[in-house]
């Protein structure tokens, strides 16, 4: 490379990662005002520029008929609002307000005669117009679900993204456009000619960077973003509207994006779908800003750019493999940065409230029996009554619920959501299609390889992904799903976008497989069993494990599960299962192309899921069905309707995606099993005589469970606890006490091992530096402050959890159903602590139906199935009736008499001291006084400090 060629990319770079930057700020700016991911951005990119030239031409119509749309569509929503709240009049009011402007530019597109109009007003009108779509869309799409989790916004996202591609190719058309620059003029700098168009954008960039920092610093509304960005619900508190603060982002964000489109569009053909890549890029550059740094991301958009720049010379068929291949790294550096128990952002699973008497329980069985049997009737009916063309729509619905149902357990149970499946579909496609066309291998011979292939590189890519926290999981899979596509598309051993032809078929016992009739059986066969494993592995100890990681990793962790594993685990299966299908696949199509496997498709996959149900085994099918066999009915439909052809069913799906989670966020199937009264997967009531569970060896009667040495903990210059030392011994109860805001949950934390001190030392038995998985497995149970239960599973499957750690069945054995002992034995004890704490005969509800005071009491029985010599109780007895107080008292005193150490936490006088046999103050971080109840009640300082002048 000479430095001319050199110096000539460095330009080239920058000019790209320049219009990157643009797009990394408004994806900054969108995210950290609104959390949501704006993916939808790269299309604001395209509409720019194809409204740019239509306005240029004359012909502003397409945009402006959206805009107008929209409009009447907030107008309609905003009426039908206030008629809900009582108050139409002022709801109709705010809806005009949001709709004038866009239909006043709307309008004036279409009436003025922008053909004659110089390049910078149509320029100017082009992104007046498309910024529009902004708000709008921010009002109809986000704006009711602004409470959701970010992964459910991101969801929406994607969906937007499929809406308004599908849209633009409806409006504009296939073809691609290429504009004069707005700024014609070339400087040579180092002999290297550099374009207006550069000078321009970077200019712009700048400015814009400048001008955001400005004005969220001195201007009123600036001040609101960012007061909104920082603390939403300090902010909500203190007046400032989050709708308005996302409506003025969103258009900020239609503003930026709609000029990089026009920008751009002197550099590069954009076509419909041109932005999607554009604003992937950019939004590169906002991860290595982490989503919060206009600058950073700028700088980092601008470096996507040169690296972009120099891959196109050295590996230019990789080049998109090398930029999206930064993400993953890059967003695990940024989780191990945060460490490894931060929450996930999960929304709360549905809780079905149904009845537990044994007449309903029987008769729900019943109905779940024939409702399977009349399924598999069904099936078994449909190859005697239905042609070749509805079997093989039958045989895509298999093939697809195949993955759908790994998509359940991963997503819809795991709360881990991956757009990547259709790369491994295509990866046991392309590994089958290859080793039995190229190397003449019995197809039933290449299922091993495919098997052990996906699950080695998912395993590798599990160990990589699934220590990314909340919405990084997510976006790697992303960028994963784009990196497969693009390889599958450019080797040589896949036969690149050519294909890959003469994949033989299936042959059984001699017997060829060959069309949908013979392969139905195959695929339906699969699809069954894939059902009835799934279904006996959430039915088990590793199945329960694995729906507690969607509420959070630190409950799960406290009663002994390794939520690394399980999530490996998810992902492993889900990946199977897609490799599986991508194997019949092959030998069902016979002949493989990169299309099928592309990031929509792998898009398509999780609508399925979303759809259908994201909890449900049965949602998976459903799900598949519809979006398999509407997909079919709309590319004919469609097309006509339309009179132009191409993939607009996507614009249906999109929105169906997006009406689902903002009427029906749990699915299709979820609400009719609601309507039947239909029990989740789950245990049901333990048979009597089940053998106990093995008990642990106990520490002496007075031996020291728990040492704590000097603990100190600061967060930055507040220093929530200082020199804190306390023992707890095997067969007493020690209370912690102290004001709100005394350091007391911090250092319940920081001893049951989720928080590390800043200094000090705990130790559990005599072993230091342990941690919360560790402590559990080693004897300690404990409860939390605020309830953390799985609301949707039962009573007696959550207390179940809790004796995780006493088995050791893995998902072979439950999918299998081999570990029907050990589950028989968990469950058994499961009921036994539930009839401890008085809720044995409410163990077959579902737990979100409990009340406050019965979830603590469930929490308590959950840690004493894990059978610990040391209870942490952070407040037992808050949102208890005096009954129940007592009750709980009464089992804290057998539990010390039993040998258990407790340490609590609790605000209630009256309870604590009659039960506690020390109790230890502590105010302001520090240790106020340690002693016997009596003597804390007599403590000058404690009284002035905790108890008051009246005790």
């Known amino acids: 490379m000479t430095p001319f060629v050199a110096l000539y990319l460095a330009q080239d770079g920058i000019a790209n990662g320049a219009i990157y930057a643009l797009l990394a700020i408004a994806i900054v700016l969108v995210f950290s005002v609104t959390r949501v991911i704006f993916i939808p951005l790269g299309e604001f990119v395209a509409f720019g520029a194809l409204t740019y030239l239509g306005l240029q031409e004359g012909n502003g119509g397409a945009t402006a008929g959206l805009v107008g749309l929209l409009a009447m569509a907030c107008l309609a929503v905003e009426a039908v609002a206030g008629l809900r709240r009582g108050r139409p009049v002022p709801a109709l009011r705010a809806g005009l307000r949001q709709a004038a402007l866009p239909l006043g530019l709307a309008l004036g597109s279409v009436v003025l005669p922008t053909a004659g109009f110089p390049l910078a007003v149509n320029a100017v009108l082009a992104v007046a117009l498309v910024a529009a779509l902004g708000p709008l869309l921010y009002r109809l799409v986000y704006q009711p679900l602004a409470e959701a989790s970010v992964l459910t916004l991101l969801i929406v996202s994607v969906a937007l993204h499929l809406v308004l591609v599908g849209g633009a190719l409806a409006l504009f058309g296939p073809g691609g456009v290429r504009l004069a620059p707005l700024l014609d003029l070339r400087v040579p700098i180092l002999d290297v000619p550099v374009t207006g168009q550069t000078v321009m954008t970077l200019a712009t960039t700048v400015l814009l960077i400048g001008a955001l920092s400005w004005a969220s610093r001195n201007t009123l509304y600036g001040k609101a973003m960012r007061a909104a960005a920082i603390n939403p619900v300090g902010a909500r508190l203190m007046g400032i509207s989050a709708p308005l603060a996302g409506r003025l982002c969103f258009l900020i964000a239609g503003i930026i994006g709609a000029l990089s489109g026009v920008i751009a569009a002197s550099s590069t053909t954009i076509l419909y779908d041109t932005g999607f890549l554009l604003g992937l890029k950019g939004f590169v550059g906002a991860i290595l800003g982490g989503l919060a740094s206009f600058p950073l991301a700028a700088l980092g958009a601008v470096l996507v750019g040169l690296l972009e720049s120099y891959a196109s010379f050295f590996a230019s068929a990789y080049k998109e493999v090398i930029v999206f291949g930064l993400v993953v790294p890059i967003l695990l550096a940024r989780t191990l940065r945060q460490g490894r128990l931060n929450e996930d952002d999960h929304e709360a699973a549905p809780v079905v409230v149904l009845d537990d008497s044994p007449e309903a329980l029987r008769r729900q069985a019943w109905t779940q029996r024939a409702l399977t049997a009349a399924f598999v009737a069904g099936l078994a009916a449909a190859p005697f009554v239905l042609s070749d063309y509805s079997l093989a729509i039958l045989d895509y619905v298999g093939l697809a619920a195949i993955v759908a149902l790994g998509l359940v357990l991963l997503t819809g149970i795991a709360g881990l959501t991956s757009f990547a499946q259709a790369a491994y579909v295509g990866l046991g496609a392309y590994i089958t299609g290859y080793l039995s066309s190229a190397y003449g291998l019995s ?126 685990a998810s992902f492993v299966v889900a990946c199977l299962l897609a490799g599986f299908s991508g194997w019949l696949y092959a030998h069902f199509q016979r002949f493989l192309n990169p299309s099928p496997f592309s990031i929509t498709q792998g898009i398509n996959y999780l609508f399925m899921a979303v759809i259908g149900g994201a909890g449900s085994l049965f949602g998976a099918v459903t799900g598949a069905a519809i979006v398999v066999m509407g997909n079919q009915w709309l590319q004919s439909v469609l097309p006509r309707l339309l009179g132009a052809q191409g993939d607009f069913e996507v614009i249906v799906f999109g929105l169906a995606a997006i009406l689902m989670l903002q009427w029906l966020p749990n699915g299709i199937w979820p609400a009719v099993a609601a309507l039947l009264r239909l029990r989740p997967p789950g245990a049901g009531p333990p048979a009597l005589g089940t053998p106990a569970l093995t008990a642990r060896d106990k520490p002496g009667l007075g031996e020291t469970v728990l040492a704590v040495r000097g603990i100190h903990k600061a967060f930055g210059a507040l220093m929530a606890n200082r020199d804190i030392s306390l023992d707890v011994r095997a067969g007493e109860i020690l209370a912690l006490i102290g004001p709100n805001g005394a350091g007391k949950s911090t250092l319940f934390d920081i001893v049951s091992g989720i928080t590390p001190p800043t200094s000090g030392t705990v130790a559990f038995r005599g072993r230091t530096g342990l941690s919360l998985r560790a402590l559990s497995l080693g004897g300690m149970g404990r409860t939390f402050q605020h309830v953390r239960i799985l609301p949707g599973m039962s009573v007696l499957d959550n207390v179940a959890l809790g004796a995780h750690a006493r088995g050791r069945s893995g998902l072979v054995r439950a999918a299998l159903r081999l570990d029907r002992g050990e589950e028989a034995r968990i469950i058994a004890e499961a009921q036994r602590q539930l009839d401890r704490v008085g809720l044995g005969h409410l163990a077959m509800r579902s737990a979100g139906s409990l009340s406050l005071g019965q979830q603590r009491l469930l929490e308590i029985a959950r840690a004493l199935a894990s059978d610990p010599c040391l209870l942490l109780l952070d407040e037992p007895a808050a949102g208890l009736r005096h009954l129940e107080k007592q009750a709980l008292a009464d089992l804290l005193v057998q539990l010390r008499s039993e040998g258990m150490g407790i340490l609590l936490v609790e605000h209630d006088m009256d309870f604590l001291m009659g039960i506690a046999d020390r109790v230890l103050v502590i105010q302001f971080g520090v240790k106020l006084a340690e002693g016997d109840p009596s003597s804390i009640q007599r403590n000058p300082a404690v009284i002035e400090a905790y108890l008051g002048a009246a005790a």
């Not at 292939?453 to 220590?467: N, Q």
């Not at 799934?534 to 199945?543: F, K, M, Q, T, V």
């Open 443 to 568: 197809p039933w011979l290449t299922l091993p390889a495919v098997l052990v292939a996906s699950g080695v590189l998912a395993l590798a890519a599990g160990l990589l992904t699934v220590r990314l926290s909340g919405h990084y999981l997510p976006l790697a899979t992303l960028a994963l799903g784009l990196v497969a596509y693009s390889l599958f598309g450019t080797l040589e051993v896949t036969g690149g976008q050519s294909g890959m032809a003469n994949v033989p078929g299936l042959t059984f016992f001699g017997h060829p497989l060959q069309g949908p009739r013979p392969f139905y059986a195959v695929i339906w066969v699969a699809v069954l069993g894939g059902m009835l494993a799934l279904r006996n592995l959430l039915d088990s100890r590793p199945g329960r494990a694995i729906r507690a990681l969607r509420s959070g990793l630190v409950m799960a962790e406290s009663v002994g599960v390794d939520t690394r594993l399980m999530k490996i």
